[in-house]
């Protein structure tokens, strides 16, 4: 059983004082606007499976922006704001918090970027990718430490599983078919059948968003600490070769990439030319404008495939 008790003790064992200092100072500026503050996202997720995560996330029922300014203005940092989505971004030396409007979003046609409006924390909750990543816990002194779970996100921690929303999830944004494959494989979870059945369904959705997005979402699978995994299972699912038909996980280069850590090197670029290695040079360039990868990366990944 996952411990849900005290977890305002839980939150500030599991960071390091300044980060824990910094949350306080957000509470105290969002309590003067008589506003209530919650951390939320995969924060909450890896606190309460003890693992750690500095990315920092907090979500107000309001003006996330006026607050990530005066916090800025009290306590230093760098501020970026993205007024789109009602959020902002303040970062320190080693720790960057974002403040986020409790929202609602609405999607004009499936892959496309979207519509939001100011909504409650039960909306925003809602509006997220996997019930794991759909709890807050309340870190205002009325209620600190408080756990938020509207959608069954501890079950399925209880679990392990991966489980979407609603059924038209990885329509609105399919590239939560690769975050559901690489939580999947980094927690040590199953996707739920479900969802699983749903996924399968989806995987041409793939097409209605943008290259550089999957590109993102390629490179997160790449900085996880076994790549491969990921990777096997979207070969698998067909996901892969969504990317490029000729792409291909298997033995080899499970193979591969363990040689690249045993070598100390395991960077991205190192990953993708050991992934790219089967491709012609045409298939590669196909690939590359594809995912709009920066001329710099193209450079490397030609270098290690010629090595």
Known sequence: MIETVNLAGKIEKSLPAEPVKLIKQAVAIAGNRNLQLYLV???????????????????????????AKEFAEQVGGKLSVHTMFNTAKVAFDKWTIDFAMARTETYAKPGALPIVKSGTLKADLFRRDFTVNAMAICVSPENNGELIDLYGGMNDLENKSIRILHDKSFIDDATRI?????????????????????????????????G???????????????????????DKLGVLKELHPSLKADDRLVSKFKEARHLQADSPEIYLSILTARLTDTELAELTTYLRFSKQTVSVIREKRAE
């Not at 309460?48 to 996330?64: C, P, S």
């Open 178 to 210: 690769w975050r559901a494959i690489r939580y999947e494989q980094r927690l040590g979870f199953k996707i739920e059948p479900d969802t699983l059945k749903l996924l399968k369904r989806d995987v041409p959705m793939l097409k209605t968003v943008g």
């Open 212 to 234: 550089f997005r999957l590109r993102h979402e390629l490179e997160l699978v790449l900085k996880e600490k076994e790549p491969e995994k990921a990777l096997l299972k979207a």
């Open 41 to 67: 996202g995969g924060f909450v997720r890896d606190l309460l499976l003890w693992q750690t995560n500095f990315d920092i996330d907090l979500v107000v029922e309001g003006d996330a922006i006026g607050l």
